[in-house]
Each structure stands twice: as C-alpha cells, then as structure tokens.
C-alpha cells in the first residue's frame, strides 16, 4: 500500500527513525482541506506509545479536516544543513502516514501527560498536575501510524560506512 522509498541506501532504521521523532519539537501535519486542497500546518507533538500526539482547538480549519478525512501524513525534519559548494543540503528527516482521531480517558490524560513532560519538564510537578487537569478547552489528536520512514542524506550515509 505504501511505496518503497526509492533510494534505500538512505533509508533510516527504525531506531534512528524513532530517535528522529523523540528529539523534534515540530513537525508538518498533512491533511485534505477545504474544497480538497492540501492543507499543511506545522505543529508541536510528542511521539509516544508509538503514536503522534497534538493538541488542537475544537474548532477551525485542521479539526474539520481530520474529521472529513482522517488519513494524514506527519513530517519532521531533524537536520538541514546547506553544503553551499555540493549544491545541495545534508538532511534527516522522517515522514509517517496514518490515521487521526480525537483521544478521550486515560488515552487523552497519557498523552497530555507526555506532552507536557517533553516541553514542560523543568516544572514543578504540581503545576503540571494542574495544567492537564485545567485544560479542558483543547482536544488531544493522536495518529495511529501505518507507515512510518526516516531519510538521510547520502553524505551521513557515506561518513558512518
């Protein structure tokens, strides 16, 4: 159902893929808009449980997308670093495809809980007790992932052979 990526050579391993997604902080959801246009919207998430969670506002234009159509793609790039004299770049980077779904109960509270933790840990525990249990007004999205692959450039590739 998903393609091969056609230069395997530069074909991340899953550990690598994984420690892509565990470092970023952002990443690019992609979803069918409005009239079917694509609509791509960076955002925050935390790779957890082997799942892409986000928060999101209840309404607007990336809610009403996901529920018209929950197949997504998610990308994050984790190095992009341009080689002026090659022309080119030296790049990581991942992209996953799945499903989207609002999570609700202990799903949602784990989630929430971890995406706290990765952009709040330095509080105090309290506050961010606090912070789940205040949020009401946000839902939490979760893509169940179907496919997931990390690239890099064939110039890492060649420094670690």
Do not use: W
């Amino acid at each position: 159902m998903f393609r091969e990526m056609r230069r395997g050579k530069q074909l991340l391993s899953f550990e690598n893929t994984v420690a892509v997604m565990n470092r970023c902080t952002n990443g690019v959801l992609a979803c069918l808009g409005d009239e079917d246009y694509p609509y791509a919207v960076p955002l925050s998430y935390v790779y957890f449980n082997d799942k892409i969670y986000f928060h999101s506002a209840k309404a607007g234009h990336k809610i009403d997308a996901i529920m018209k159509n929950p197949k997504v793609s998610f990308a994050v790039i984790d190095e992009d670093t341009i080689a002026s004299e090659e022309y080119t770049t030296y790049f990581r980077s991942v992209i996953a495809f799945g499903k989207a779904r609002i999570v609700e109960g202990d799903e949602r509270i784990a989630a929430f809980k971890a995406l706290v933790e990765k952009y709040s840990g330095d509080q105090p525990e309290e506050a961010k007790s606090e912070a789940i249990t205040r949020c009401t007004q946000a839902y939490i999205i979760a893509i169940d992932i179907e496919h997931i692959t990390g690239k890099e450039a064939i110039e890492y590739v060649n420094a670690n052979n």
